[in-house]
């Protein structure tokens, strides 16, 4: 349980920063509404976890 905990910490850590990097490359262009910035980040988390999990499966075996 505790290797689950940490990869959902790194995860979660990895959502919050994609979602900040989408912020701040966006702001150099018109700022777009709040709801599409955290749709963004979600997304951005969300295709990041699943490469996380995928490469942990394949490492684990």
């Known amino acids: 349980m ?3 905990s940490a990869i959902f910490m790194i995860i979660s ?3 919050v920063s ?3 990097l989408v ?3 966006r702001r150099h262009r018109s700022a777009p509404p709040v709801a ?3 749709l963004d ?6 295709l990041i976890a699943v490469g996380l999990i995928a490469f942990g ?3 684990t075996g």
């Not at 980040?41 to 969300?46: E, F, K, N």
Request: aromatic share 4%; proline share 0%; net charge neutral.
């Open 2 to 4: 505790t290797d689950y």
């Open 13 to 15: 850590l990895m959502g």
């Open 18 to 20: 994609s979602r900040a």
């Open 23 to 25: 912020s701040v490359m």
């Open 36 to 38: 599409e910035q955290i």
């Open 41 to 46: 980040g979600l997304v951005l988390g969300a």
């Open 57 to 59: 499966a394949r490492v």
